[in-house]
């Protein structure tokens, strides 16, 4: 209870910047309000893994100067004062200089999906939208082989409905990025469990 005591009911995101809870878990920024975020299970984790690893592969050998961060913190355009939402994984192209705790100008964010904290993903992903750099986002599932991509279009809208990946390629058009949708869950339980029914 004395943890619970010391969480500020509201903040700005310089005072949630400076704030030091000192109880050892990862915090967001929503609406002013602290988040607590519980531990990724296992699944979750992987693909979190995986997925930085293939995505800055991929940006190495293509010799991009964008970065792949793994939890950074991203401000939405919109209430920017009291958000810091913190995603599974984002992309800048943008060079940073000096230490800082805001991801500039994200190109890609991409969100791991769990049972547990649907509503929560979701309402991060439309934060994300507000965002002007942001082109894409990616959101993975972990409860099954999946993933849904929002893609800004050329006017600079979001489609109404996410595209829907079950197999085949995944297309990440901000980076340039392609592959077998299943070969990011190869080190899962769920690709294990696909491969042994699918023969």
């Known amino acids: ?3 619970l005591a010391r969480i500020p009911v509201r903040m700005s995101v310089d005072e949630f910047l400076a704030w030091e809870p000192g109880d050892g878990r990862a915090w967001q920024l929503v609406d ?15 693909l979190q893994s995986a997925l ?10 293509s010799g991009s100067a964008c970065v792949v961060v793994t939890a950074p913190g991203v401000v939405p355009h919109v209430n920017a004062g009291i958000n810091m939402r913190v995603p599974d994984l984002a992309v800048t192209c943008t060079p940073i200089e000096t230490e800082i705790m805001a991801m500039p100008d994200p190109v ?23 965002i002007p750099s942001v082109r894409e986002i990616l959101v993975l599932k972990s409860a099954a082989i999946g993933a849904e991509v929002l893609r800004r279009g050329g006017d600079g809208g979001w489609p109404r409905e996410p595209e829907r990946v079950a197999d085949g390629e995944l297309r990440l ?27």
């Open 52 to 61: 930085s690893k293939l995505i800055g592969n991929h940006l190495d050998v």
């Open 108 to 130: 890609l964010i991409v969100e791991i999906l769990s049972p547990s904290n649907q509503a929560e993903t979701w309402a991060n992903v439309w934060s994300y939208t507000t």
């Open 32 to 46: 002013g309000e602290p988040q607590a975020m519980s531990p990724a299970n296992f699944t979750h984790g992987t």
């Open 173 to 199: 058009e901000s980076i340039g990025f392609a592959m077998p949708l299943a070969d990011i869950y190869a080190k899962t339980r769920l690709r294990r469990v696909s491969g042994s029914t699918a023969g």
């Open 1 to 3: 209870m004395t943890a």
